[in-house]
């Protein structure tokens, strides 16, 4: 019995009084509402759906787990999925990444990499390290430990006595510098701020740094150059940090390789995924982490750690299922070639709009940010909601893209174009003519709001 379809009134709350459609159903990119009117999925919802919606061989993978159990207690039975999908992510991480740690969602994920970080120390007699140092901006999860990490105001500051806040230091955002350094210069630039960082808290008293490959909502599909990648690998090395990589967003094919770090041959210490891992047909995420650090700490009295569902055996089927279409369909070398040539036609398109002051990205993790004046990329004021609004304007075009604030959360303005991995070039007209719509009726908006600089 349903009650949604007959009293509009909700139950449920999130973050705010607002309201959308009921879903009735999703196939591929697309997505209808109950009242019959049709979306392109953009976002992929928050950057998930990376396969598209209901994929008949993911779900016949889910059913048939479902014949078999559909719960199996990790500390009672392994079970098939499970295991199957370990190795499977062993053969697809960098380097010596060959131990798998299960979650339900990239929180649990990030949440997970730090214990075991901390654990290690402790196993290895390095008691002493504790702080982990991340990038502001960043996110890196909603439970306390990922918040203490993330770099978003907002979201930071009304839990920040609830925690042992972490070091920070500046996100590479070498598009908002205005100096005569070469990218490459400027990607050295940015890494070392960690070494300074370290320095200053103390080498001996931290224990790792945790980055996102490629710039998640935060950021806005924020890509350092190359240069920064292998310094600050060559930074943790020298120090003794560990280097964890928070692939929620940026794993599972997204940027064209099924990992980002495959685009700088990275080998972080850690790696914690989620999101697309499993492509929201369940809940499920994991750390992923080398022999080297796993067996210290589980011969130190185990991992103190863990989740219900860890390994939930449908979840793993479904990830199974996931991994399979990537694979079997080609999904990585169209996410990479079809991203540059969304991106390039984003690009093309920020010629006719003076609002958008970067595209950037990498594979199908795309962004486009808004600004002012696009000479000094100065932001919108913030009472424009600049970014929101196109966002419910495309919306009611049947576009669906996703926005977050640029720079630290109160100011700044960008939305993220990211559609399932499945996206055919066809497709594209279905994304970029109701964008463009939408970018033209904001400027009108914003014009007679007198918000340009």
Request: glycine letters at 10%.
């Amino acid at each position: 019995m349903s009650l949604a379809g007959h009293n509009r009134e909700s139950r449920l709350f999130y973050q705010s009084h607002s309201r959308r459609p009921l879903i009735d159903h999703a196939r591929g990119v697309f997505m209808w509402d109950v009242n019959g009117k049709r979306y392109l999925d953009a976002s992929s919802g928050a950057m998930v759906s990376n396969i598209g919606h209901s994929d008949p061989r993911v779900l016949a993978a889910m059913r048939d787990q479902m014949d078999k159990a559909t719960f199996a207690y990790r500390l009672h039975f392994e079970n098939d999925a499970a295991e199957t999908l370990a190795w499977r992510l062993a053969e697809r991480a960098p380097g010596d990444l060959d131990r798998v740690f299960f979650v339900s969602g990239g929180s649990e994920a990030v949440e997970s990499c730090i214990k075991l970080a901390r654990q290690y120390a402790l196993a290895i007699g390095q008691a002493q390290r504790f702080k982990i140092i991340s990038r502001f901006p960043s996110y890196h999860g909603s439970t306390l430990g990922a918040l203490a990490l993330t770099g978003y105001t907002p979201m930071h500051a009304p839990f920040a006595p609830m925690m042992v806040d972490q070091p920070k230091i500046p996100a590479p955002t070498c598009y908002l510098d205005r100096d005569d350094l070469s990218d490459h210069e400027r990607g050295i630039k940015y890494a070392n701020m960690l070494e300074a960082e370290i320095i200053r808290q103390g080498p001996e008293t931290v224990l790792g740094f945790i980055m996102e490959p490629v710039g998640g909502a935060s950021t806005g599909a924020l890509v350092a150059p190359d240069s920064y990648y292998a310094r600050i690998r060559e930074i943790c090395d020298q120090y003794g940090i560990l280097l964890i990589y928070d692939e929620v967003m940026t794993g599972a094919g997204r940027t064209g390789t099924y990992f980002a770090a495959e685009h700088w041959g990275i080998v972080p210490d850690i790696l914690a995924v989620s999101k697309g891992l499993a492509a929201g047909y369940a809940p499920l995420g994991a750390m992923i982490a080398p022999d080297r650090i796993v067996n210290p700490v589980l011969d130190h009295g185990g991992f103190i750690h863990g989740y219900t569902y860890a390994g939930n055996p449908i979840a793993c089927a479904a990830g199974n299922g996931v991994l399979s279409v990537i694979e079997d369909d080609n999904l990585l070398d169209n996410a990479a070639q079809g991203g540059a040539a969304l991106k390039s036609a984003l690009c093309e398109m920020a010629t006719r709009h003076p609002m958008i002051g970067d595209v950037r990205g990498l594979g199908l993790l795309l962004a486009v940010e808004l600004v002012a004046d696009r000479q000094t990329m100065a932001p919108f004021d913030p009472r424009h909601m600049a970014a929101s609004r196109l966002v419910d304007i495309a919306y009611d075009k049947g576009l669906i893209i996703y926005w977050r604030r640029t720079r630290g959360g109160y100011r700044g303005d960008h939305v993220m174009i990211c559609p399932p991995m499945t996206i055919t070039r066809d497709q594209f007209a279905d994304i970029l003519g109701p964008l463009e719509d939408a970018l033209v009726e904001l400027a009108r908006e914003l014009t007679q709001a007198g918000a340009f600089a």
